[in-house]
Nanobody, 130 residues
């Protein structure tokens, strides 16, 4: 089993920054990629960014490209989401998810099919005020 624990959410004013962390526990060798998703009230969950943990390949959604950066610390089984120049539209619950195969991850792209991600964290809230 793989467990994911997110941290780093909070409240910030527009233009500010936050860094989210997601640490994996358990059978971390199973993990092919770890991604960040977010869900705002009344909206569908959307993919934000993903990183292929063994290849250090990363994909960032167009909606946040240039403002959000995904990175990892393999030694700590941790993935980070650095969020800069935050906007009120970034307000959402942010979830970390892990997939266990290259294909399910998207074969080098970013699969937004949530059924392909077999481990999910509980989420961390990000609130951006104007």
């Amino acid at each position: 089993q793989v467990q994911l624990v997110e941290s780093g959410g909070g409240s910030v004013q527009a233009g500010g920054s936050l860094r989210l962390s997601c640490t994996a526990y358990g059978y971390t060798d199973w993990i092919s990629c770890m991604g960040w998703f977010r869900q705002a009230p009344g909206k569908e969950r959307e993919g934000v960014a993903t990183i292929y943990t063994n290849r250090n390949m990363l994909v960032v959604a167009d909606s946040v490209k240039g403002r959000f950066t995904i990175s990892q610390d393999n030694a700590k089984n941790t993935v980070f989401l650095q969020m800069d120049r935050l906007k009120p539209d970034d307000t959402a619950m942010y979830y970390c998810a892990a997939s266990f195969s290259w294909t399910d991850c998207g074969a080098g792209t970013f699969s937004r099919d949530e059924s392909k991600y077999k481990a999910w964290g509980r989420g961390t809230q990000v609130t951006v005020s104007s």
